[in-house]
């Protein structure tokens, strides 16, 4: 799995930020990095998301404002300059997973999301080859479990930043969504 570097640029898809949202280890990832990005139609998605899901499940809408704030606030942006990537990437994942990887590429960056990444327009029946984009992702899961190492063992002034009460809360949750899968 390996080891996170505070230097990195790291990229979150829709699906990692939602998750770290809900282990409450987004904003320590937020600290953790110099800098973290969204693909651009990333807020028109949890828009979307907050209209489709507002009455039936209030929670999900709670965790798009949660995220939104922190797009107002400056910790997490929104990257509406990411680098162009190769076509044929972007045939092979589309655009805003392409434009994600291709920054990592250029800043010795990761992008954090969830395994298998399927081929487009293959109904999720062929992974994609991403060649030697594939070592610059780093699946959710490890992403979290490298966190909550860093978490449990980060240096006293980062501990007094966090706060006990929140790694414990993340722990919790960490162990609740393992024993769901």
Same mark, same amino acid.
């Given at each position: 799995m390996g080891q $996170?570097?505070?230097?990195?640029? !790291?990229?979150?898809?829709? &699906?990692?930020l939602m998750v770290l949202g809900y282990l409450d280890l987004l904003k320590k990832t937020l600290t953790t990095f110099r800098r973290v990005v969204l693909a651009p139609e990333t807020m028109t998605l949890l828009l979307n998301e907050r209209r489709h899901v507002r009455f039936h499940q209030p929670s999900r809408? *709670? *965790?798009a404002e949660e995220i939104r704030a922190l797009i107002d606030q400056g910790p997490l942006k929104m990257d509406q300059s990411l680098p162009k990537p190769p076509e044929w990437l972007v045939n092979e994942i589309g655009r805003d997973l392409a434009e994600l990887l291709e920054a @990592? #590429? $250029?800043?010795?960056? #990761?992008?954090v999301r969830p395994y298998p990444i399927f081929k487009?327009? &293959?109904f999720m029946e062929r992974e994609a080859d991403l060649q030697e984009y594939a070592e610059l992702v780093l699946s &959710?899961? @490890?992403? &979290?479990?490298?966190?909550s !190492?860093? !978490?449990a063992t980060s240096i006293p002034r980062r501990t007094s930043e966090l706060g006990t009460s929140s790694t414990y809360r993340s722990t919790l949750r960490i162990q609740r969504l393992i024993h769901r899968f």
């Open positions: $996170m570097h505070s230097e990195w640029v !790291v990229g979150l898809d829709i &699906t990692s809408v *709670e *965790e @990592a #590429r $250029m800043t010795s960056g #990761r992008v487009l327009q &293959t &959710t899961k @490890a992403f &979290t479990s490298l966190l !190492v860093q !978490v």
